[in-house]
């Protein structure tokens, strides 16, 4: 028995998926990189030569919203919807489109936003002491970890999909 919770069918569950997939770590990817952002003109500031090493770190909380894009793209492909001819999916399968979406829709969005705040820090830290930047980046790619986990279980339950 499929779930009730709203009355759609099988591709309006799909489509939703793949938006939510889109737009969630799209959002997390970019209040990751504005709080980075906001750190970086501070420093640049006062430091304008530290461009480069600055602009990697606020950089990194991006990536989020590229996994969320990917995974929206994988389910528009394998429902069709690029084709202009959808496949019909059955409620429960559109159900299955959506929940393969919710990893990273979802761990996007809050993965993106605690990364730019690691990244503002080690935006701040390289502003002290320039000479260990690469600290930074290795710290802040560890949130990273935890996007790309929840990149894979949304592609692994997608080559399950109808």
């Known amino acids: 028995m499929p779930f009730v ?7 309006t569950w799909a489509l939703l998926g793949a938006a939510l997939a889109a737009s969630l770590a799209g959002m997390g990817s970019a209040m990751g990189v ?43 492909v394998k429902m069709n919807w690029l084709g202009g001819n959808p496949t019909a999916l059955t409620e429960t399968q559109g159900q ?20 730019g705040k690691i990244a503002a820090s080690s ?18 790619a560890l949130v990273e970890t935890y996007a790309i986990l929840a990149l894979l ?3 692994l339950m997608w080559t399950q999909l109808p």
């Open 34 to 76: 504005s709080i980075a952002g906001r750190a970086a003109t501070g420093v640049l500031g006062e430091k304008p030569d530290l461009f480069g090493k600055v602009l990697v770190l606020q950089a990194l909380p991006g990536t989020q919203g590229i996994y969320g894009f990917l995974v929206a793209v994988l389910l528009l």
């Open 5 to 11: 919770f709203m009355n759609f069918d099988g591709l």
């Open 96 to 115: 299955l489109y959506f929940a393969a979406a919710l990893p990273i829709a979802i761990v996007g969005l809050v993965s993106g936003i605690y990364q």
């Open 123 to 140: 935006i701040l830290m390289t502003g002290k002491r320039p000479e260990i930047s690469t600290r930074g980046i290795t710290m802040t």
């Open 153 to 155: 279980v949304s592609i």
